[in-house]
């Protein structure tokens, strides 16, 4: 009996993902990710030994890499010191020539949470990291073989 087997050569890479925050390409963008995390409850019941949990909300996280080419976010970070907090949308795009297809997914509502005002090390090509929260997404376009 044969078994159907994937090609390696649809194994997506990283390398053709982008990156858009506020319909800007971040083309320094070196990585992304984005996550949905289920905060749960413990769940105690008479007449079982083993706890189980209830899951009673989702929390939206996520953080994008870039090399420092300019001054990134200088109108965010200083929105922020004023105490307003503007709210983007991040769209993360995964394609690869040779995959099935592309995979978009919009984060709505996102809001970074912190900024780097500066961050290197002598000899090393300087990258800065922008963790960020979302409250919402949808997917834009999935990957269907």
């Known amino acids: 009996m044969a078994v ?10 990283g390398t053709w993902a982008e990156v858009w925050v506020g319909g800007e390409l971040w083309i320094e963008c070196d990585g992304g990710q984005a996550k949905v995390t289920n905060n749960k409850t413990d769940v105690h019941m008479c007449g079982v030994m083993m706890t189980d949990a209830k899951i009673t909300s989702q929390k939206g996280t996520g953080s994008i890499s870039a090399f420092r080419v300019y001054t990134r976010n200088r109108t965010q970070a200083k929105s922020l010191s004023e105490g307003r907090d503007q709210r983007t949308m991040i769209i993360m795009k995964l394609e ?6 592309a995979e978009r997914v919009a984060l709505y509502n996102c809001s970074f949470d912190d900024e780097t005002l500066a961050d290197f090390t002598a000899g090393n090509i300087v ?12 997917y834009l376009d999935t990957i269907n073989p």
């Open 4 to 13: 159907d087997r994937i090609p390696a050569n649809r194994v997506i890479s």
């Open 127 to 138: 990258k800065t990291n922008y963790p960020f929260t979302f409250t919402g997404w949808d």
């Open 96 to 101: 690869d020539p040779d995959s099935f297809g």
